[in-house]
């Protein structure tokens, strides 16, 4: 089953514009991580913050995360074209396997 | 690194035929993953493996589908027989180590299509 629950499932802005992305899981944390998928592509690692953590940056990313409410958000400033994809949160409640959320789709116009 | 390598890319098959999907994990890498994407389900993990060992196959959907991993740098996930609700893309990811903070590295994936 899957841990976690992106909202919105899909979300198109302008260039230049910031995107706001939420994931809601179900159980306790360690990590939680947000992915990037490009169309016909696997997923690749955008950034990791730890469940005693509650914000990181990493260039136009802002990922927080509030463990009260068992929720994260990413932030994408000055959206590009080329960030059109689909962002995936996971986490990794147990074990060494990590459990992805549902997914945003993000379509960015120039 | 050449990153974590698929193939087929593609795949297209009858229903009733064997489906084998490979993969070579980064080198290194102590953990291999395979999952399966539809638009229906999302993103399910089927098996992973530590040190060449199946850890949890929990996902895996039936017997018709079975994973093995020989060695360190080879990766088989076979269905047999194929069916087309099988039509997904699958893919295989590594990662270096476990109870540490880690990051999977994902293959291109198999676009698997089941007539």
């Known amino acids: 089953s899957q841990q976690g629950e992106e909202d919105p499932q899909a979300l198109s802005i302008q260039e230049g514009e910031n995107a706001t992305m939420n994931c809601s899981y179900k159980?306790?944390?360690?990590?939680l991580q947000w992915y990037r998928q490009n169309s016909g592509r696997g997923l690749v690692h955008l950034i990791l913050?730890?469940?005693?953590?509650r914000e990181k940056h990493s260039g136009r990313l802002r990922v927080t995360l509030d463990t009260s409410k068992k929720s994260s958000s990413l932030l994408i400033t000055a959206s590009r074209a080329a960030d059109t994809a689909s962002y995936f949160c996971?986490?990794?409640?147990?074990?060494?396997?990590?459990?992805f959320g549902t997914g945003t789709r993000l379509q960015v116009f120039p | 690194d050449a990153g974590v390598i698929q193939s087929p890319r593609h795949e297209v098959t009858e229903m009733g035929q064997e489906v084998t999907l490979r993969c070579k994990p980064i080198?290194?890498?102590?953990?291999l993953f395979w999952y399966r994407q539809t638009m229906m389900r999302g993103l399910e993990l089927l098996i992973y493996?530590?040190?060449?060992?199946?850890?949890?196959d929990s996902g895996m959907p039936e017997d018709r589908f079975s994973a093995k991993m020989p060695n360190a740098s080879f990766s088989t996930l076979k269905i047999q027989p194929s069916e087309p609700r099988d039509s997904a893309v699958y893919f295989c990811?590594?990662?270096?180590?476990?109870?540490?903070?880690?990051?999977?590295?994902f293959g291109p994936g198999t676009r698997l299509t089941v007539t």
């Open positions: 990811a590594s990662s270096r180590l476990a109870g540490a903070p880690y990051e999977q590295y």
């Open positions: 159980t306790s944390i360690n990590n």
């Open positions: 913050i730890r469940s005693n953590e």
């Open positions: 996971a986490t990794d409640a147990s074990t060494d396997k990590l459990i």
């Open positions: 080198s290194g890498h102590d953990y």
């Open positions: 493996f530590n040190n060449n060992v199946p850890i949890d």
